[in-house]
């Protein structure tokens, strides 16, 4: 069984965390914002995918094999679509807008969400 680091650990995740502000702010477009809320809209799994993208050199950075990252890619793209997707469609069904504080709370579900991904990928990518 092999045994990580903590600062090996906390190094990952942190790097998963920049990722995603990285892909969720200066690589999101407008276009890709309105697309999520549209199952199967090209801009909406270009988001996700570039998420997936990023997990991925994130992974093989830190030393992962192929088979790991491409796996640990995928569940990144699936759970980040629907979670986005599943976000914007209750945004919508419910009206909030950033006016609302109930926006803001679905907002933090959200970031919250994607947060605990990443914790679930480190988890799965240091298990043995």
């Not at 699936?78 to 986005?84: G, K, S």
């Not at 959200?110 to 679930?120: I, K, V």
Request: aromatic fraction near 14%; hydrophobic fraction near 55%.
């Amino acid at each position: 069984m092999q045994s990580y680091d903590l600062a090996f650990v906390l190094l990952l995740v942190a790097g998963l965390q920049v990722k995603h502000f990285v892909c969720d702010g200066p690589l999101q477009t407008l276009g890709m914002v309105q697309s999520k809320s549209h199952y199967g809209r090209p801009l909406g799994l270009a988001h996700a995918a570039i998420h997936a993208l990023g997990t991925a050199v994130v992974l093989a950075v830190a030393g992962f094999g192929a088979k790991l990252v491409l796996v640990l890619a995928v569940i990144e793209f699936l759970i980040h679509y629907h979670v986005d997707f599943a976000k914007e469609n209750f945004l919508k069904w419910t009206g909030w807008t950033t006016r609302d504080a109930p926006f803001w709370w679905t907002f933090c579900a959200d970031q919250g969400l994607h947060q605990l991904t990443y914790l679930l990928l480190a988890w799965l990518a240091l298990r043995p």
